[in-house]
Antibody, heavy 120, light 107 residues
Framework: EVQLVESGGTLVQPGGSLRLSCGAS????????MNWVRQAPGKGLEWISY????????YYADSVKGRFTISRDNAKNSVYLQMNSLRVEDTAVYYC?????????????WGQGTLVTVSS | DIQMTQSPSSLSASVGDRVTITCRAS??????LNWYQQKPGKAPQLLIY???SLQSGVPSRFSGSGSGTFFTLTISSLQVEDFATYFC?????????FGQGSKVEIK
């Protein structure tokens, strides 16, 4: 069974930093690209970052570019999101999501999410 | 960025109703369109990919159609467990933008 488990979410002050982790199991992690998607309270979904299976390619949404860094450790079956210079508007549930290994990209598995609250 | 616009933002329907949600892209995305279902407090789940392909395990009452800039998600006979919010997403080009969501509520 495919499982993705996020951790690291907590309350942090504006301007602070946080590192989210997503541990994967039940599939060959090193073969899949991974993503982070967030959802502010009561709002819709926002894709924020992508990393290819080999880490050769990364993408970021404009809203987090220059502040967030995605990385992965295939030996540990984990993907990470380093978040710096956090803002109140970064408050959200953060999901990691797996890309299916096909020509039409899609998020075929999601974690349960971890809540990040940015507040003073 | 490619903008995705869903309609309606919310709707009320009864069990057994046929429900259709539309999604428009601001430019052609061929068939690079996915649909997700999200229930309160839960992570989204993939329903439809490549505009019309049913994800494994998803009931056949769900169907998708469209190409280019106009897409639809149809639930042929609404069930209690289908009351949720539905999101479309384009995967044609980064950033992989989502629609704003369509909430299906019980009438």
């Amino acid at each position: 069974e495919v499982q993705l488990v996020e951790s690291g979410g907590t309350l942090v002050q504006p301007g602070g930093s946080l590192r989210l982790s997503c541990g994967a199991s039940g599939f060959t992690f090193s073969s899949h690209s991974m993503n982070w998607v967030r959802q502010a309270p009561g709002k819709g979904l926002e894709w924020i970052s992508y990393i290819s299976s080999t880490t050769a390619t990364v993408y970021y949404a404009d809203s987090v570019k220059g502040r967030f860094t995605i990385s992965r450790d295939n030996a540990k079956n984990s993907v990470y999101l380093q978040m710096n210079s956090l803002r109140v508007e970064d408050t959200a549930v953060y999901y990691c999501a797996r890309d299916a290994m096909t020509t039409i990209p899609r998020f075929d598995s999601w974690g349960q999410g971890t809540l990040v609250t940015v507040s003073s | 960025d490619i903008q995705m616009t869903q309609s309606p933002s919310s709707l009320s329907a009864s069990v057994g109703d046929r429900v259709t949600i539309t999604c428009r892209a601001s430019q052609s995305i061929n068939n690079y369109l996915n649909w997700y279902q999200q229930k309160p407090g839960k992570a989204p789940q993939l329903l439809i990919y490549a505009a019309s392909s049913l994800q494994s395990g998803v009931p056949s009452r769900f169907s998708g159609s469209g190409s280019g800039t106009f897409f639809t998600l149809t639930i042929s006979s609404l069930q209690v467990e289908d009351f949720a919010t539905y999101f479309c997403q384009q995967s044609y080009r980064a950033p992989r933008t989502f629609g704003q969501g369509s909430k299906v509520e019980i009438k």
